[in-house]
């Protein structure tokens, strides 16, 4: 009678240890399948977000880079005029589309000279010299000064001219 049986069946301790280790194996594949499956999701959609990121990028350089200008058009004006063609104060948009329209209310349309002398270096005559000139033109040229985006910028119905100096030449011809 000598040898012992050596019990072949497992303990409760070792089920519970071998349950654990093949719980721990599906959980690390279960990571490592979510982990695939988000690097798909990512790669996917990654070129959408790439170009909507460029999109939105892009068109807040396109607004922030345009240039402020005066208006062209007579859409959105007023009937209302400004106090005298040569004035010290900026003329409102809306006013200056219906000068645009025709002059003083009435007449041939409008054509306003604007500058900006805080913006850019103007010399000293420079004023005076458009003042002379707006003068030749009393029934429908305007002179005031702006903020808008040019040293001296022409407009007249559907035209705008910008210039950097006094070219009383190319004032004329746009006018006439």
Known sequence: MGKSKKNTQPTNQTLGAEKKQKEQGKNNGNIKERLYQNYK???????????????????GWFISARPHLPPTTMQKHIES?????????????SIQRHMLEHA???????????????????ESDF??????????YPDNV???????????????????KIL??????????FIE
């Open 142 to 160: 305007y002179l005031a000064p702006n903020s808008y985006d040019g040293k001296l910028i022409l407009t007249k119905n559907g035209s705008l």
């Open 127 to 136: 004023i005076q010299k458009l003042a002379s000139l707006a003068a030749q």
């Open 81 to 93: 005029s400004p106090s005298a063609h040569i004035i010290s104060k900026p003329i409102p948009d």
């Open 164 to 173: 950097e100096n006094f070219d009383e030449q190319a004032i004329k011809d």
């Open 104 to 122: 003083d209310g009435k007449g041939k349309p409008g054509v306003i000279m604007q500058y900006n002398c805080q913006k850019f270096t103007c």
């Open 41 to 59: 999701i990512i790669v996917r959609y990654f070129p959408y977000v790439l170009l909507t990121a460029i999109v939105v990028i892009g068109l």
